[in-house]
């Protein structure tokens, strides 16, 4: 079972990542992107640099070199011996923040990153939704995306509700509001439903 998290910059995600894989225990992989691999890890702390300029495209392409070494070298191989891989970000994140709020267009991401993945899909993803002012107000790290400020927030969150509408069957919401614990409820009662199918 492949599980993503999807959401604003300060939704709370990374939290609830780590608050679903302690529940769904030992057979499970937490991972999150950019990153996870070696090469990831490095196209990461370059992504994440606000003072290295980059072209939009190029920004594309390397989200996407990063998902690829991900997809293969990890993802694929769990999936393949029956863990569960839970990834805080996937395809959706560089649709919302690369396709839309960059406007560089849904359907040029999308065969992007039908090249980087092969076709992999999550069996579920669930979008945690909050307020963006209130999301860019939590987020401390001052990253690229976040220094957009928050229409750009405002734009992401629209394409991520678009996403949902589009694909009910795969993706869905979550209120973001409330404590860790309050999400996280949340969160299970949907996964455990999707376990029990
Ligand atoms: P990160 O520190 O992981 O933020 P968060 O905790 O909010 O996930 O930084 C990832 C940033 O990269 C985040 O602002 C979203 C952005 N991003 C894209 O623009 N496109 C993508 O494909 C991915 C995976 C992330």
Redesign the pocket.
């Known amino acids: 079972m492949f599980i993503t998290l999807e959401?604003?910059?300060?939704?709370g995600?990374?939290t609830q990542a780590e608050l679903l894989v302690a529940a769904l225990g030992r057979n499970t992989v937490r991972l999150?992107?950019?990153?996870g691999t070696p090469a990831a890890e490095e196209i990461?702390s370059l992504?994440?640099d606000p003072e290295t300029p980059l072209d939009p495209i190029a920004?594309?392409l390397l989200?996407?070199a990063?998902?690829a070494d991900l997809i293969g070298r990890v993802i694929k191989p769990a999936l393949e011996t029956g863990q569960t891989v839970v990834c805080?970000?996937?395809?959706d994140?560089?649709i919302?923040?690369?396709g839309v709020?960059?406007g560089l267009g849904i359907v040029r991401v999308r065969e992007i990153n039908d090249a980087a993945t092969g076709g992999l899909d999550p069996d579920l993803t669930l979008l945690i939704r909050i307020d963006p002012a209130k999301g860019l107000r939590r987020?401390q790290?001052d990253?690229?995306?976040?220094a957009e400020g928050l229409r750009f927030q405002e734009r992401?969150a629209e394409a991520y509700d678009d996403i949902s509408r589009r694909e009910p069957h795969r993706v869905t919401v979550i209120d973001g509001e409330g404590t860790p614990e309050e999400v996280h409820a949340r969160i299970m009662a949907v996964v455990e439903a999707k376990l029990a199918r």
């Open positions: 959401g604003v910059d300060g939704s995600k990374t999150r992107e950019p990153g990461r992504l994440a920004e594309l989200f996407c990063a998902r805080d970000r996937f395809v994140s560089t919302a923040y690369q709020a960059r987020a790290s990253d690229r995306f976040e992401v």
